[in-house]
């Protein structure tokens, strides 16, 4: 047997194992006695219903990967790619339009496939919950515009890399890497004004005793920044967030307007003050090096296997090409990915600790922030009592309790 194609399926396999393992360890690691930290907010009948939706959620993702390995693995070993290869083919556009095409295809084929399942998740589980605020029209919306969104820049992307190494020679993954690594922080800069408002409404928080406290918080961090955002989360999901954007001068703090409803002046003050700890700590900034890192050496891997008759033959292709390559390479690549993306999950974990003291320190209510914690938990029915191995190989945050035990111990 091709010995890429052994990969790829173990691969495949394997990484399908260690979540589904995963998954069964955090389920019989659920608690049936409420966590004493949590007994000031938390009711017997909401933790129940959290514990519930964390079976339901899990189940459902277990039905969604097994379905998902079944149909990769056969269409990569009925010779699918080729086939699409040679619908795309047949319109006769030159490497680029035929890659388009070909990228297209399986780029609808899959949205067409996950539609049931998203609208399962939107409209069964997360409305059984009360979490779900979606309608059928922002739900077909949301599909276009990321579909497009995705065709357009994506598309964009993808021919860049066709061109560059169809007519670079050796040097061609360089020529991707810095490509691509000016486009990523151009989109940084741009996102939050051009891209995002295309999904939610962005309004300026409004005068008040919130945005007072939080421009005074600001003023004393010497934190420069275009304003504080209130996003209208409330038209997709009960469920409340808070979260930082852009760079430079376009950097600004969006605060869900479910979670303005749900929590004190202080609180949300605390909630800024973490996400300000990333800024001032240079989380993003570390980010931003490291994904940069990452593409190049990424880029210098796929420019080995460009072309490897090998790895098309483990696909059953007719004809060699760049863009075909790309995905495959992907396969190949997966191992690599899942490491990385373990390691870069751990480093967001420390990453979230480091701005909890932060916040902590230069804003010095450290009960607002614990509160703010225990709310946004009991709000979004969040698991209190993940698997370790869970929290490893799925966690970019720390679990709450371990949050809220290190901010007391620090106010200690």
Not at 70 to 75: N, S, V
Not at 146 to 151: I, K, W
């Given at each position: 047997?091709?010995?890429?194609?052994?990969?790829?399926?173990?691969?495949?396999?394997?990484?399908?194992?260690?979540?589904?393992?995963?998954?069964?360890?955090?389920?019989?690691?659920?608690?049936?006695?409420?966590?004493?930290?949590?007994?000031?907010?938390?009711?017997?009948?909401?933790?129940?219903?959290?514990?519930?939706?964390?079976?339901?959620?899990?189940?459902?993702?277990?039905?969604?990967?097994?379905?998902?390995?079944?149909?990769?693995?056969?269409?990569?070993?009925?010779?699918?790619?080729?086939?699409?290869?040679?619908?795309?083919?047949?319109?006769?556009?030159?490497?680029?339009?035929?890659?388009?095409?070909?990228?297209?295809?399986?780029?609808?084929?899959?949205?067409?496939?996950?539609?049931?399942?998203?609208?399962?998740?939107?409209?069964?589980?997360?409305?059984?919950?009360?979490?779900?605020?979606?309608?059928?029209?922002?739900?077909?919306?949301?599909?276009?515009?990321?579909?497009?969104?995705?065709?357009?820049?994506?598309?964009?992307?993808?021919?860049?890399?066709?061109?560059?190494?169809?007519?670079?020679?050796?040097?061609?993954?360089?020529?991707?890497?810095?490509?691509?690594s000016i486009f990523q922080i151009m989109l940084m800069f741009v996102a939050p004004v051009l891209i995002m408002p295309i999904f939610n409404k962005f309004e300026p928080l409004e005068d008040g005793k919130l945005k007072r406290s939080i421009m005074e918080y600001a003023r004393k961090e010497n934190f420069k920044m275009q304003g504080v955002f209130k996003m209208d989360g409330s038209k997709r999901s009960s469920k409340s967030n808070a979260f930082f954007t852009g760079f430079g001068k376009f950097k600004r703090i969006v605060l869900f307007d479910t979670l303005i409803q749900r929590h004190t002046v202080e609180e949300l003050t605390a909630i800024i003050a973490h996400e300000m700890g990333h800024y001032k700590l240079k989380h993003i900034l570390k980010g931003i090096v490291r994904s940069i890192l990452m593409a190049g050496f990424t880029f210098w891997l796929l420019s080995l296997l460009i072309g490897n008759p090998g790895l098309f033959e483990a696909f059953s292709m007719e004809h060699i090409s760049v863009y075909a390559s790309l995905f495959f390479f992907g396969f190949l690549y997966a191992p690599i990915g899942m490491v990385t993306g373990i390691i870069d999950k751990a480093i967001s974990r420390k990453h979230e600790f480091e701005a909890d003291r932060y916040a902590v320190e230069s804003y010095g209510h450290p009960e607002a922030m614990i509160s703010a914690l225990k709310k946004l938990s009991v709000d979004n029915l969040s698991n209190l009592t993940p698997h370790p191995f869970m929290v490893f190989l799925e966690y970019s945050h720390p679990p709450v309790l371990e949050r809220i035990k290190a901010i007391r111990q620090l106010s200690a």
């Open positions: 047997m091709n010995i890429y194609l052994v990969i790829i399926i173990a691969a495949l396999v394997i990484n399908y194992a260690l979540s589904a393992t995963a998954a069964w360890l955090n389920l019989k690691n659920i608690s049936e006695e409420l966590p004493d930290e949590f007994k000031d907010v938390y009711d017997s009948e909401r933790y129940r219903k959290s514990q519930q939706y964390l079976r339901e959620t899990t189940a459902f993702g277990l039905v969604h990967d097994t379905f998902y390995l079944i149909l990769i693995l056969a269409f990569i070993l009925l010779g699918g790619f080729n086939y699409v290869d040679s619908i795309a083919r047949q319109a006769g556009y030159g490497s680029i339009g035929t890659g388009l095409i070909f990228a297209g295809i399986l780029l609808v084929a899959s949205q067409l496939i996950e539609i049931p399942f998203s609208a399962w998740s939107t409209f069964v589980i997360e409305e059984k919950f009360g979490f779900n605020r979606t309608t059928v029209a922002t739900f077909v919306s949301d599909l276009i515009k990321g579909l497009v969104l995705t065709m357009l820049i994506g598309g964009f992307i993808f021919a860049g890399i066709i061109w560059f190494f169809e007519t670079s020679g050796p040097a061609a993954w360089v020529y991707c890497w810095v490509a691509l």
